[in-house]
């Protein structure tokens, strides 16, 4: 798995090539994200210079490992607009990297680790419009993957022609198009985006807790859709900081860290094209790209099955942490 994960390599139907381990900035672009640890991860220097230091320190350490697929989004902080100046100031040529950013949240949290909300969802055509313009801006001939931010079937966005309708027009100017699931029902939802058959990608939560999305993401895959996976360790649950006592125990077996365990289960799936890390500093990415190198196989499958949580547990419990 170690070669393999950092090749180069088509994103299902699209035109895209990625290595199967990416680098996203969720976490890493605004001063405040519900990941555990954070303010063990980050100190109290979460200024605008910091973060943006911090940010290019994991780019630069992504980039010389190969890893050649990039996440962030509009409600990400600056996210975009750190992404954009490293690859500016390194020189990285349009296309020598795969960028998927998404639109639908706006960050409404000031910079400030004490705001009331943090980020707003709005999944209009007027919302697209005015931040495909944003993204565009910044990123440029860069932006290869545009995304809806958490479709839900409830949003009602799936049916929206003046939606479908501008990304359509946007896969046409060379941009491939898809959408990000949240919640219990992402199963739901992706399927009716598979039956719709406009999106090249979808990018969902799988992990050793989080499994519910499964078989909905094989059925995306088998229809030719690239699949990209978020959330593998599951905002630091499945981390050395947190990890459940049978996956800290297998980790200790073979050698690894738990995060790249769990990471090393997501590279597993069959249909996964590109699994993300969350890292926020170079030693974590390091220790996260241990997946590369971690052979899964049948004795871990069945050690680890019990980890498995019912979805409307897992998600109340993500949605409980808080923003630090």
């Known amino acids: 798995m170690g070669v393999e994960a950092l090749v180069q390599r088509p994103l299902g139907r699209t035109h895209l090539t990625v290595t199967r381990l990416g680098l996203g900035l969720a976490a890493l672009g605004r001063p405040a994200y519900i990941t555990l640890g954070r303010e063990e991860d980050l100190g109290d220097d979460r200024g605008v210079a910091a973060m943006r230091a911090r940010t290019w320190a994991v780019l630069d350490a992504a980039w010389a490992r190969g890893v050649r697929y990039f996440d962030t989004a509009r409600s990400y902080g600056r996210a975009e607009e750190f992404l954009a100046g490293w690859l500016r100031e390194r020189g990285v040529a349009p296309g020598a990297a795969t960028t998927g950013s998404k639109w639908g949240y706006a960050y409404v949290g000031g910079w ?3 705001a009331e909300h ?11 419009r005015r931040q495909l313009d944003q993204t565009r801006e910044l990123l440029g001939e860069h932006l290869s993957l545009y995304q809806i931010h958490s479709a839900t079937v409830e949003s009602g966005v799936l049916e929206d022609e003046g939606v479908l309708g ?4 946007l896969r046409a100017e060379g941009v491939a198009i898809g959408l990000s699931t949240t919640g219990p029902r992402q199963a739901d939802t992706i399927a009716r985006a598979v039956e719709i058959g406009t999106f090249d990608t979808v990018q969902s939560t799988w992990n050793l807790l989080e499994r519910s999305a499964g078989g909905a993401l ?4 088998r229809a030719g859709m690239g699949v990209i996976v978020k959330e593998g360790v599951a905002n630091g649950r499945l981390t050395a ?3 459940p006592a049978p996956l800290a125990a297998a980790a200790r077996d073979r050698g690894v860290t738990p995060d790249a365990l769990a990471l090393a289960a997501v590279l597993a799936q069959p249909w996964a094209g590109v699994v993300l890390s969350g890292a926020v500093s170079v030693e974590q990415l390091h220790s996260n790209l241990g997946a590369a190198e971690v052979g899964w196989d049948t004795e871990l499958d069945g050690r680890l099955a019990g980890l498995a949580e019912d979805p409307e547990t897992y998600w109340a ?6 923003w630090a």
């Open 112 to 114: 400030r680790m004490d």
């Open 241 to 243: 900081r947190a990890a």
């Open 317 to 322: 419990g993500r949605g409980a942490l808080a």
């Open 118 to 128: 943090h980020e707003v969802k709005e999944l209009s055509a007027e919302r697209l």
């Open 166 to 169: 501008r990304l359509r027009a």
């Open 218 to 221: 094989s059925g995306a895959h």
